[in-house]
Every structure is written in C-alpha cells, then in structure tokens.
DNA sequence: AAGTTAGCATAACAACGTTACACAAAGAAT
DNA sequence: ATTCTTTGTGTAACGTTGTTATGCTAACTT
C-alpha cells in the first residue's frame, strides 16, 4: 500500500528557504533576540508566517538553521589564517579570528557556544558534534605547536580546550561588557594567551616574539582581504 | 502647592514581596528561561499578575532582583572559603566556589554573566558594576599570592581577571554540554589551572602541591557543611 | 489535458507582557 | 470613632507572540 512513492507535484523554493535565514540572521543581529518573531520575518520575506514552518517545522527549526550556518562562517573565518612555519602565531590569530567572529555575530555566537536558548531553541548533541567538529583546525594547529619542540605538553585536544576556555571565557565576557578600562579585553586576552602558552611549556621569550609577529600579521592581512577596517566591534555602543 | 507629603495609606508587604523573587527564581532554576512568566509567578504566589508591577515595576525589575541576589549568593560562597597560608590553594577553591554557584543557578547565571537576555531584561552598568564588585575577593587573593612570592607577576587585578575569564569560559562551555568524555570539565579546569598558575610565575611543583591541597580541602568542606552531598550537577540530564 | 499533492495565505487559538480601571484596605486627620 | 485620602490589588482588556486548522492554488505526474 506504501510503494507508492509520488513525490513532489510542488517543489519548495530554496531561495525563499535562504531568504529566511539571512533574513533572520539580519534580524538577530540588527535588533537582538527580542525582534527574532515569524511575523516581522515573514513580513520581511513578503510571505506568510506559515513558509517558516513548511521549510523549518517550527522557529526553533529556522534557529537551529542559523546556528549551522554560524558554525561554517566560523570554519570559514579559521580556514583564512595561513599556517606558517610560527605555529603559536597561528594559534594565536585562531584565537583571533574567534573572537572577531563572535564579536561580529555575537546574538548568533551566544546561542551557538553560549546555551542561550532563542526562541525556544536549545542545542542537540548533534549541534554540539558539529560545533567540536569546528574545532579539529585547533586541534591540528595544537599538533604542529607539539611537534614544533614549542609545546612540552602533548596532548593537543587538551591544549585546544585550553585555548578555546580561555578565549571563549574572555569573548563571553567582553560581550557581557564586563571587561573595561584598567584591563580591557585587549589586554586580558594578551596576558591570558601569554600565560596559557606559558604554561604549557613555551618558551616566554618565544612566546613574546609569536605574539609579535601575529599582530604584525593581523594588521597587514586586516588590510588585505578580511573586513573593510569599519566599525567591526559588534553591537556595542 | 507640593509641599503636603502625607505618606503610606498603605504599605507594601514586603513577605509578598520576597515570595514573588523567591518563586520566580525556584520557577527558573526548575524549567527554565521559558517558564518564567508574570501569570505563573502570581498563580504560585496566589495573587495577581499586578503584584509583579507594583512590587518591580515590570518583569525585567523582577529579574533584576533575581540577578543581584545571585551576584550576594556569589559573595556568600565566595567568603565560605577560608584564607589560608597557601593562597594559591585558595585561589584555587574560589574557582572551584564560582563553578559549583554557576552550576547550582544555570539559568540565572546566564543572565548575570552570560549576557543572556532574560523577559526583555539586559544588563546596565550598574548591575555589571554590582557584579565586578564580587571579584574584590579574588583580586585580594591574587594579592596575597602575589605578597607570598608565588606568582611573578604583579598586577593582582589582572590575574585575578584571567582567573575569572578561565573559569567562565569553563563554566559557560560545562554547561553547555561542549564538553565531554576525553576531555571533559574537570580535566580541562585542571589544566587550564596549573597552566595558567604556572603562566603567571609560579613553580610547577608548588602548582601541584597546592591543587592537591585544594582536592583535600574541597573534600572536608564538602562533608562539612555545603551541600548535601546530593546532586550538584545541575539542570543537565 | 486531467489528477493529485503539497506550498502558501488567511484566520483562529492559547499564552504572553503590560495597562486601564474599579474596588478595597489602611494610615491620617478631624 | 468616623471620614478622607492614598495606594495596593483583582479584573479585564489590548497588542503581541508561536503555532495550527483550513482552503486555495500552483506545479509535477500520468
């Protein structure tokens, strides 16, 4: 009775499926969760509230969509840092690129890392799978520190967790507007990631020069292709 | 024409006052962000959806009030940690202490330090100011470490904040379900620990002295008079 | 060309925060 | 002790939210 199968006498649209979600993804970051309601997307999209649950199921559906589509453009933004022959100073512009991208996208990056639930949305294991799995360039970057002779440590996994705690602790709190002026975020970062290298067996001298040539490097690739060097501090004001 | 200040018809109950905080936050803590509405809070409180407004001015006072006493809680397990003669073990147990009250609150801790926004309510600076006010007892306890030779570095402001921003991002990421099985949370917080204790100047083998002093001391504490023993873990199932 | 199937618009539902309004209660004044 | 005044609180309403039931219509299959 089920073999059946006659499919599809209207195929859905998938341009109006990503007009939803840059539309909404618009919309968390220009007015903030609260402006986040099927009406003022539907609106926006010139449909009905009712292509959202077609396309997503449910609000919670079109959330976890963005928050997929976050973890990529974070993939994306680390896949940009080179790997050279300093790999701290690449570790080091990993952590920078987190940062600036959650700064970018801060409502996206707090439901995606920090167990904001938005619209009734809350992580899966499996979103959580995909996010671990944004950090195997970490991980791998870890690996060339170890086996650089920097790292006495050798457990790279743990050495990306470390990376990862301290610079997602410092992010969170930035965006909290926590971190003002005796010790900013700028400098937090840099006496933090200055430690944590220290700690897990650079050399500080090493560690110094590594830091040095990752600001010269994020200054000149600043200029090269990344943003257009406005006003990339978030939502803040 | 104004200066007839014939005052208080009819006083506030502060009881109701109190119950209203004191379900709001048991109804937040148990089912989360969601559950926290004016009708459910008044129906438990069997009283009216106004009590909210006439006692907090709208839901976001409400949430406030939860907030800061959430940061005086905070202060509460901040000063049941004793100061000893090895500071570094009690820099140690306030980690531990700021972990164990972010677990016990999740979803309220995610409102004061998370950035979360909550019923409309966000942080003003000075609820940050409130918060930042909290960390006064770890600053000292940097100073100490700093005074007892321990650490090299010097500016006990900034390493009790890289203190700070370690532990939150453990905390945040713990709760989020990131981290798991090879590298789980306690694992990683005592990595994170020893590296950032030995970052900023201190032995690796007094570093490892002290975190096994502070493992012995969380175990008697524990027994003693915290908690039941039961089950701290938290929201996560 | 006819049939079927699924996307989409409309409208309704329950629940939400908030507010206007009337009533009741309690201190102040006589 | 009684009246007045002021203010807390219950009721009901408004506009908004996510979600869903119901047709209509467009498009793919035969």
Chains 1, 2 share one sequence.
């Not at 970018?104 to 167990?115: E, K, P, R, W």
């Not at 943003?227 to 004001?237: I, L, N, Y």
């Amino acid at each position: 009775m089920c073999n059946t199968v006659k499919v599809s006498p209207r195929k859905l649209d998938p341009g109006t499926r990503a007009a939803l979600v840059d539309i909404a993804a618009r919309l968390l970051a220009e007015h903030g969760a609260e402006a986040l309601s099927t009406r003022k997307i539907a609106a926006e999209a010139s449909t009905s509230t009712m292509a959202v649950y077609t396309h997503f199921g449910s609000m919670s559906g079109l959330v976890r969509e963005m928050v997929h589509e976050g973890f990529t453009r974070l993939e994306r933004q680390f896949a940009q840092v080179r790997r050279t022959d300093d790999p701290v100073a690449d570790m080091i512009l990993l952590g920078y690129a987190y940062r600036q991208n959650a700064k970018a996208n801060s409502h996206l990056y707090a439901v995606m890392f920090g167990g904001q639930s938005l619209a009734g949305f809350s992580l899966t294991e499996d979103d959580r799978q995909y996010g671990r799995y944004t950090l195997v360039t970490v991980v791998d970057c870890a690996t060339r520190c170890i086996e650089s002779g920097r790292f006495s440590q050798n457990d790279p996994l743990l050495i990306a967790h470390q990376m990862w705690i301290a610079t997602h602790g410092l992010v969170n709190l930035e965006l909290g507007g926590y971190l003002i002026d005796p010790v900013d975020a700028d400098r937090c970062y840099d006496s933090i990631l200055n430690g944590l290298l220290i700690g897990v067996g650079d050399d500080p001298a090493l560690v110094a020069a590594s830091m040095a040539a990752s600001t010269k490097r994020r200054r000149r690739e600043a200029g090269a292709d990344s943003e257009p060097a406005g006003a990339v501090t978030g939502t803040r004001r």
